[in-house]
């Protein structure tokens, strides 16, 4: 069917029919996972309105920025500081994926034992399927894990990629490293938008993107409620949403959305019988439109109150220090807050294991489901400490591997009520 957005994406040079493709089963999946929700708050109809628009507005208001003379600039990772990329008046779009189309397209450069993360945003953009990429002026990429840091010397050779160095522990010469990439870093968002970053312009935007984490935080102590008013997959959705939109337009609409739901809070209505076992998710990052597992949990009769994740508390729990005044030392602040970052990619990680016990009890979760992405090492191999970290503190976890297949959903379902069983 033609769309008003057919020129758009043909000057993009995305692969019409392939996306199209796309964008049906999206809707369908959509429509199955979160439209069939009773009782959903007013203000989801503003994520359903940008999940609707995500290939359509969206990318039309990114091209409508170029035109403008602003720059598109797509990150992979909650290590990228976007300050500096708004510093510089550029727009910053999360990049990665989370879906299965594309990795046939993957798999002719990557080994299929590779997580689905990375086979899908090289596939996205191989099987020319991806709006936010085609828009981009620059792709940030990152030395997180071994699969990211070689995928994107493959990347490279079809998108304008640069590399950021991240540190793999925490001691005084690994900030150092990192003050020094964030450095690098910031000149070439210099050269490539043309814009001189000043302290004016960096101090406006950590306001904005602590601005959106502090929504993000209000909603999150408002979902924590009992009886529990508002989905995991909502909130997941959000989260998601917050790499995408714009973040002045993004923080106000969950602004409202907030006080929709503190009335709800108030006034004690649930979206889940006051006995559903509340959970929390831990582990590798879910990207769009991966709602496989907490729509797993959720159909299966119990409440997800919290992830830990990038895309979820790891990237709303640290703000950034507000009372730099000069550019080093907003740099400074800038390099503390992101070395706080506790990805599995660091060793030792102990603080990872400390912020989940803590957040599991705040929430008075019933058990952890750790979640990993097939072929992760990092995350795999931490699961082990998270479990005996929760086996202390008395809360039961289960630990499921799987990817962005649809194969093995009644595999898991059984596992999850199983382990419902056990801690109901
Ligand atoms: S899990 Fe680690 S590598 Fe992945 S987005 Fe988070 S910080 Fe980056
Ligand atoms: S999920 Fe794991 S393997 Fe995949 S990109 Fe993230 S850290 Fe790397």
């Known amino acids: 069917m033609p769309t008003p957005y057919d020129e758009m994406w043909e000057k993009l040079n995305l692969d019409l029919e392939a996306h199209e493709g796309l964008l049906t089963v999206l809707g369908k999946f959509y429509g199955d996972i979160y439209l069939s929700q009773e009782g959903r708050l007013q203000g989801t109809e503003y994520l359903d309105f940008v ?38 008046d550029a727009v910053c779009v999360g990049l990665c994926a989370g879906a299965e189309v594309g990795s046939e397209a993957a798999e002719q450069v990557l080994p299929r034992n590779t997580c689905a993360l990375i086979k899908s945003f090289v596939g996205f953009k191989l099987a020319r399927l991806c709006p936010f990429i085609e828009s981009c002026d620059l792709v940030v990429g990152e030395t997180t894990c071994d699969g990211k840091k070689k995928a994107y010397e493959i990347f490279a050779d079809y998108a304008p990629v640069y590399v950021m160095e991240i540190p793999q522990m925490k001691n005084a010469c690994d900030r150092d490293l990192w003050k020094a990439e ?13 814009q001189a ?20 935080r209000r ?24 790499f995408y939109d714009d973040p002045v337009r993004f923080t106000k609409k969950i602004d409202e959305l907030c006080d929709e739901l503190e009335a709800k809070v108030i006034s004690g209505q649930g979206v889940a019988p006051l006995d ?15 709602w496989k597992v907490p729509y797993i949990i959720e159909s299966s009769g119990a409440v997800v109150v919290g992830e830990e994740s990038c895309i979820g508390a790891r990237n709303t729990r640290d703000l950034v220090d507000e009372g730099a005044e000069t550019l080093d030392a907003m740099l400074d602040a800038l390099v503390d807050r992101y070395m706080k970052i506790d990805c599995a990619c660091f060793t030792p990680n102990a603080e990872r294991l400390d ?33 005996k970290a929760l086996e ?11 990817d962005y297949s649809m194969e093995d959903v009644g595999q898991l379902k ?11």
Do not use: W
């Open 51 to 88: 999940l609707s628009e995500v290939h359509g507005l969206r990318i039309k208001e990114l091209q409508d920025a170029k035109a403008a003379g602003r720059k598109v600039i797509g990150a992979f990772c909650v290590f990228v500081p976007e300050e500096l990329v708004l510093a510089a």
């Open 182 to 194: 964030m450095l690098r870093f910031k000149a070439k968002i210099e050269e490539v938008t043309g």
């Open 197 to 216: 970053i000043t302290a004016v312009k960096l101090k406006e935007a950590i306001k904005l993107v602590n601005a959106r984490r502090r929504m993000l």
């Open 219 to 242: 909603l999150n102590r408002l979902r924590a409620a009992v009886p529990v008013p508002i989905s995991g997959r909502d909130v997941l959705l959000v989260n998601q949403i917050s």
């Open 276 to 290: 559903a076992p509340r959970l929390m998710l831990s582990g590798c990052p879910m990207a769009v439109p991966n």
């Open 355 to 387: 912020h989940i016990v803590a957040m599991a009890r705040d929430l008075q979760v019933a058990g952890v489901i750790h979640y990993g992405l097939s072929f992760c090492q990092p995350y795999a191999i931490e699961s082990f400490k998270v479990g």
């Open 392 to 402: 202390a503190a008395k809360i039961p976890m289960l630990a499921i591997e799987t």
């Open 414 to 424: 059984t596992r999850v009520e199983a382990f419902l069983e056990m801690v109901r």
